[in-house]
């Protein structure tokens, strides 16, 4: 992390990018059920924080024999119009499309997550902080093939200089004062949707609480 790129630590909606590799049902398919609901959950929760915010996204997938170039369809969904950077190599920065599309944003600051942590983002991550990019890993947002492997590439990578977050950190930390009221509401909607509060015990958000006349809308 540099303080020098960040809002004294944080991000920012204009100090960041994100990028969401490999996330295609073939790799997802080493998942049960229950771990790909849950991933699902917070890959969306981060992409549409992204959406939300207009963070520059680059989306790419692998692209060669059993893997068939293909996002899963909510992410494409989200994200209708923007181009799929598909390639062959595990390391998505050995790719010159992926490459020029992160240098394109002028930002040093890159969240990404990705399926198969132990490969397609531990490599990428590893190359791009050598050539000054900070890193901050989506961990809840990234999966290994075996919860043991995930863990020790979050570690290789937090050794290099990563930082770890979480989905709704970074939606939080991207929305960070409730009184910001033109996204404010969209930010609860998805903290509703994937988050489950604001349902139950308190029904009434802080956007709510700070402009009662204000209703949230949907995202």
């Not at 398919?29 to 981060?46: K, P, S």
């Not at 024999?65 to 209708?80: A, V």
């Not at 960070?176 to 609860?188: G, L």
């Amino acid at each position: 992390m540099s303080l020098s790129s960040t809002d004294k630590g944080l991000l920012t909606p204009e100090n960041c990018a994100l990028v969401l590799i490999d996330f295609q049902h073939t790799l997802l398919a080493c998942m049960g059920d229950a771990e790909r609901e849950a991933l699902l959950v917070n890959v969306l929760t981060i992409a549409k924080a992204a959406r939300i915010f207009k963070l520059p996204v680059i989306l790419s997938a692998l692209d060669s024999g059993e893997f068939s170039g293909q996002l899963i369809p909510e992410l494409r969904e989200l994200f209708p119009h923007q181009p799929v950077i598909r390639r062959s190599s595990m390391n998505a920065w050995d790719c010159p499309e992926f490459v020029t599309a992160v240098r394109k944003t002028g930002l040093r600051n890159v969240i990404a997550a990705a399926a198969w942590s132990e490969s397609s983002l531990v490599f990428p991550a590893l190359q791009m902080m050598e050539e000054g990019y900070y890193l901050y890993l989506a961990e809840d947002a990234s999966f290994g093939i075996r919860p043991a492997s995930h863990a020790i590439a979050i570690r290789r990578m937090a050794q290099a200089g990563a930082v770890s977050l979480s989905a709704v950190q970074v939606l939080l930390e991207l929305q960070r004062d409730w009184a910001r009221s033109e996204q404010a509401a969209q930010v609860i909607d998805v903290m509703r949707a994937h988050s489950r509060i604001f349902t139950q015990h308190d029904s009434t958000s802080p956007l709510q609480k700070a402009n009662p006349s204000r209703q949230t809308e949907s995202v």
